[in-house]
């Protein structure tokens, strides 16, 4: 009877062990969950809408100009076939050679970053005072205006850039327009000293701005100032 005990009980235990090699194995614990990492996103695709808008109201600006000019090209040229150069004095002449000379200056001084349209303007203000001297009164009147009107176009785009509630200035001699808010990325644009550039975002101490010109980019908040 023992016998038939102690093997049942063998049986029994065999039959557990068997069961227990049967069971699969735990599934094993979950991973660490890793935080997730926002990727880095470019420039809202806004701010180049409003750069290139920018760009686009200089440029119209600029053909208004143009056209003004050929339409002051063709009345001179109306002027002198119909034989009525004694119509403008010389004293004109000076006299708005002077105030052409005046508004150049002005523009220059003001805004220095357009220093390409200034030095138009002063070739204009010597192309002047050559007609003035050979006495073609109408000629230098002629080109004293077109100085003039460049200068005013400089002007009002200095006002623009003044009366702009985002506008920071270059207060560096060089500062670099780069791709990226870091200063390891690629260098977009160099910017001189005076330049205005209009705020869009922070992010640290970089600001993303546009530059009158349309160009999009980053500059460290080090190198600009408010006026």
Do not use: H
């Not at 050559?130 to 002629?142: D, K, S, W, Y």
């Amino acid at each position: 009877m023992d016998v038939c005990n102690r093997s049942a009980a063998l049986a029994a235990a065999l039959l557990l062990q068997g069961c227990a090699w049967l069971s699969p194995p735990p599934p094993p614990p979950p991973p660490p969950r890793v935080a997730e990492v926002e990727a880095p996103q470019g420039p809202d695709p806004e701010v180049y809408r409003r750069a290139e808008a920018e760009r686009a109201k200089a440029l119209e600006s600029e053909i208004e100009r143009l056209r003004v000019d050929l339409r002051d090209a063709e009345a001179a040229l109306v002027t002198v076939e119909s034989g009525l150069r004694g119509a403008q004095t010389r004293a004109e002449a000076v006299s708005s050679l002077a105030e052409a000379r005046i508004e150049v200056d002005r523009a220059a001084k003001r805004v220095p970053w357009r220093g390409d349209a200034v030095t138009e303007a002063r070739s204009k203000l010597e192309e002047a005072d050559r007609q003035l001297t050979e006495n073609r009164i109408g000629a230098a009147i002629f080109f004293a205006s077109r100085a003039s009107r460049m200068a005013a176009g400089v002007l009002a785009e200095a006002s623009r850039a003044e009366k702009g509630p985002g506008t920071r200035w270059v207060k560096s001699a060089r500062a670099n327009l780069r791709a990226e808010p870091s200063k390891d990325a690629s260098v977009v644009a160099v910017l001189a000293a005076g330049i205005p550039v209009f705020y869009e975002q922070t992010v640290g101490e970089w600001l993303l701005v546009r530059t009158s010109a349309g160009q999009v980019g980053w500059v460290n908040a080090s190198v600009v100032k408010d006026r």
